[in-house]
């Protein structure tokens, strides 16, 4: 069985992705150790982060709570690290994102996008499950958050048959239902943020300062190495969701 971790990210009111990290038990075991080492090296070297700190890739990147004081030299090097843990793992990753201008645009009653961008990357992630050698089954793990009972509703309904807009087929690869813990206690989770948050960011800001396109460019790299399945839908464009 494989452990799926997801992740959410937005951008402002005009982007809504998910991210999943599909990983087997060699994955978890390197990634959970390796960022472990990660925290611990930069905590050595700078006075204030403790070597349990969370890296949510959002603090991170701007210097926010625990990383707030954090050389940016060390939070660029805690990032590139982090994508190079993954791009060196048996992890695979999907990334779904829908474009909210273009969806209200084309409907004048859409469904959520977050019910929607969850479905596709659901769908997305039976569809990677099922071409695997082992038993292609999976468990779904999430960080908390306030949509927790309807993505555990949706993901039965979407289990029992086809859902229209959401998936094409019942999603029978995906174990039991998604369970919710906080992302402060996982290291799988802070990487499936990681990598969710800078395609994110790769896909919709442009960035100013050279030095950074650069450090980015070097992290979304490593990231869509083993991004398996990468797609923004764009419904204006009557591209149906792949």
């Known amino acids: 069985m494989q452990l799926v971790y997801l992740d959410e990210s937005a951008r402002n009111d005009e982007f809504y992705f998910f991210g999943a990290l599909i990983t087997d038990a060699e994955a978890v075991r390197s990634i959970d150790r390796s ?19 969370e890296i949510h890739a959002v603090d991170v990147f701007h ?36 474009h909210l201008p273009s969806l209200r645009a084309r409907y004048r009653h859409p469904h959520p996008a977050h019910r929607l961008a969850l479905g596709h990357t659901l769908a997305e992630v039976h569809r990677q499950l099922a071409t695997l050698d082992d038993d292609g089954f999976g468990l779904v793990l999430a960080d908390e958050h306030h949509m927790a009972d309807h993505a555990r509703r949706d993901l039965r309904n979407f289990k029992a048959s086809a859902a229209p807009g959401f998936t094409s087929r019942p999603l029978h690869c995906i174990a039991d239902t998604i369970y919710f813990g906080p992302s402060r206690e996982s290291r799988l989770l802070q990487a499936a943020d990681v990598a969710t948050y800078f395609l994110n960011r790769h896909r919709t800001i442009r ?8 450090a980015l460019d070097k992290i979304v790299g490593n990231i869509r190495s083993i991004t398996v399945s990468e797609y923004v839908w764009f419904p204006l464009k009557h591209n149906a969701p792949r």
């Open 35 to 53: 960022i472990d080492d990660i925290i611990g090296l930069v905590a050595r070297h700078v006075d204030g982060l403790a070597p349990s700190a």
């Open 63 to 98: 210097g926010r709570g625990a990383w707030h004081g954090v050389p940016i030299a060390w939070r660029v090097k805690a990032c590139d690290l982090v994508a190079k843990v993954l791009a060196r793992s048996s992890a695979s990753f999907v990334f779904r994102g829908i």
């Open 207 to 214: 960035e100013g300062d050279p030095r950074a396109k650069r």
